[in-house]
Structure formats: C-alpha cells, structure tokens
Nanobody
Framework: VQLQASGGGLVQAGGSLRLSCVVS????????MGWFRQAPGKEREFVAA????????SYVDSVKGRFAISRDNANNRVYLQMNSLKLEDTAVYYC??????????????????WGQGTLVTVSS
C-alpha cells in the first residue's frame, strides 16, 4: 500500500492550503483515513479523520471550523482543506490509512499505512 501526500508549502497566516493524498495498493473505499501532523520537537498528533463512506468525521479541537477533511472514493483520494492558517499549524502533515472498516480513530496505533509527509509552513 502506498500513500502519496502533496499540497504543502509556504503560506502567510490567515491563508489557505489544500492537501491531497492518493492511495494505491488496497481498496481505498473500505477503510477510514486520517491526517496527522508533527511540528518540530513535538510528537505526531491527530488532526482529522473520515470514515470509509465519509459519514463520520472527527477533528482535533484546535482545527475545528478551520480545516475540512473529505474523500473521493472513486479516485482513491483524501483531502484536507486548511483555512485561516495559524503559525502553530506549521508542521509536516501525514495522511494515513486506518485498519478500521467502520467509524474513525484518533489513535496513531489504529493506522497501518502512512504517507511520506508534506511540509506546511505558516509565516507571519
């Protein structure tokens, strides 16, 4: 299974970015997906997750109302739309595929496959 994340970059505070992740090698629509991030010197943390059919979505409190996760099962893609970006959103963002066939999880341990990460840098 391979996950390829893209869309990161440098953006000013208040700006927007859209991350994309394409998955190959396993039935995409059968598993929940998540986005995580890791800032310099910090542990990797949960950002957002979406169930296999998109009916259940979860966000970490710090991004609620600013970020939106979505998925396109026909094209094996998951997205993270990030608006009103803040300096503290600076991190490497990772997409991941869970082993869950229903619902979502915030735990890194529930995710079997990870992308390589894409760097998001928010400047003042």
């Amino acid at each position: 299974v391979q996950l390829q994340a893209s869309g990161g970059g440098l953006v000013q505070a208040g700006g927007s970015l859209r991350l994309s992740c394409v998955v190959s090698g396993r039935t995409f629509s059968g598993y929940s997906m998540g986005w995580f991030r890791q800032a310099p010197g910090k542990e990797r943390e949960f950002v957002a997750a979406i169930s296999p059919n998109g009916g259940i979505i979860s966000y970490v409190d710090s991004v609620k109302g600013r970020f939106a996760i979505s998925r396109d099962n026909a094209n094996n893609r998951v997205y993270l739309q990030m608006n009103s970006l803040k300096l503290e959103d600076t991190a490497v963002y990772y997409c991941a595929q869970s082993r869950l066939r229903y619902g979502v999880s915030r735990s890194l341990n529930e995710y079997d496959y990870w992308g390589q990460g894409t760097l998001v840098t928010v400047s003042s």
